[in-house]
């Protein structure tokens, strides 16, 4: 299995920036690819950012796409995610997720991919 543990939400100004990180452990050489998925309280579950450990290919939704970006470090099994001029609508749990099956990029979107998930961490976007 693999264990994954977010860290760096809290609460920002509109404007502001955050970097948040998913440390992984356990199995981690059987990890294709990480994502960051987010719910704010009456939401669903919503995708936010992908990436493949190998090839580091990316994938964002429009409503973060020029704003969010993710990023690993395969020695550390380590994914970020930086996220910049922040909305009040940004505001949610943020959760971090492993997958271990190929698939194309557009697959990475749908939370159902994902073999693993985090706790989540908090971010408050004040306006």
């Known amino acids: 299995q693999v264990q994954l543990e977010e860290s760096g939400g809290g609460l920002v100004q509109a404007g502001g920036s955050l970097r948040l990180s998913c440390a992984a452990s356990?199995?981690?050489?059987?990890?294709?690819?990480m994502g960051w998925f987010r719910q704010a309280p009456g939401n669903e579950r919503e995708f936010v950012a992908a990436?493949?450990?190998?090839?580091?290919?990316?994938d964002y939704p429009d409503s973060v796409k020029g704003r969010f970006t993710i990023s690993r470090d395969n020695a550390k099994n380590t994914v970020y995610l930086q996220m910049n001029s922040l909305k009040p609508e940004d505001t949610a749990v943020y959760y971090c997720?492993?997958?271990?099956?190929?698939?194309?990029?557009?697959?990475?979107?749908?939370?159902?991919?994902?073999?693993?998930w985090g706790q989540g961490t908090q971010v408050t976007v004040s306006s």
């Open positions: 997720a492993a997958g271990t099956s190929y698939s194309r990029v557009q697959a990475l979107r749908s939370s159902g991919w994902y073999d693993y």
């Open positions: 356990g199995r981690t050489f059987s990890s294709y690819a």
């Open positions: 990436i493949r450990w190998t090839s580091g290919d990316t």
